[in-house]
């Protein structure tokens, strides 16, 4: 994940044709500020790609401590996303208040509201991250231990935390070594 926020814009914020390729640029950015090697994407969907499609087949990924994130071809998450590129552990905000990173996506990795249910979630990802207008879907970034306090089922929190935001809001990007 990043350890810098951004707004809901991502296009123009990692000069990109499009706000994948603008998010995908700033997650190659991070990386090498932390000293990483590889190709990297950033885990948004927009209209034109649920982000699971970007998940190479049986691959596991894990965090920079090597701690596994989630099992090939299952994006349900088995170790909360909260390590930067930096190694460092995000810190919470205060108590049930977690940092957020902006995601498009639903829970097991396909892009938010297709317009063709009631979730009443259609078109919140900030017009394909591409503007500061409108809202967006975000992920509560978390660890196990805060989330063991609350009564609740956290499956898929981290991509998709039932909330959404002002695109104007800044908030970290997931991102994953291709």
């Known amino acids: 994940m990043t350890s810098?926020?951004?707004?809901?814009?991502?296009?123009?914020?990692?000069?990109?044709?499009?706000g994948i390729e603008g998010a995908d640029n700033l997650c190659a950015e991070a990386a090498a500020a932390g000293g990483l090697g590889g190709s990297w994407f950033a885990w948004i969907s927009t209209r034109e790609r649920d982000v699971y499609q970007a998940l190479a087949p049986n691959t596991s990924y894990s965090l920079l401590n090597g701690e596994?994130?989630?099992?090939?071809n299952n994006p349900s998450i088995i170790h909360e996303i909260?390590?930067?590129?930096r190694g460092l552990t995000l810190p919470p905000l205060g108590q049930y208040i977690y940092p957020k990173a902006w995601t498009g996506t639903m829970r097991k990795g396909r892009?938010?509201?297709?317009?063709?249910?009631?979730?009443?979630?259609?078109?919140?990802?900030?017009?394909d991250f591409t503007t500061t207008s409108g809202q967006g879907t975000h992920g509560c970034i978390s660890t196990a231990e805060r989330l063991s306090t609350l009564d609740?089922?956290?499956?898929?929190?981290?991509?998709?935390?039932?909330?959404?935001?002002?695109?104007s809001q800044e908030k970290h990007l997931y991102c994953f070594e291709k």
């Open 68 to 72: 596994r994130a989630f099992r090939p």
């Open 152 to 167: 609740y089922n956290f499956e898929g929190w981290w991509t998709e935390c039932r909330y959404f935001d002002d695109c």
């Open 82 to 85: 909260d390590i930067d590129e």
């Open 111 to 127: 892009r938010m509201g297709d317009c063709n249910d009631s979730s009443g979630a259609c078109g919140k990802t900030c017009q």
């Open 4 to 18: 810098k926020t951004f707004t809901g814009d991502l296009k123009t914020a990692g000069h990109g044709a499009t």
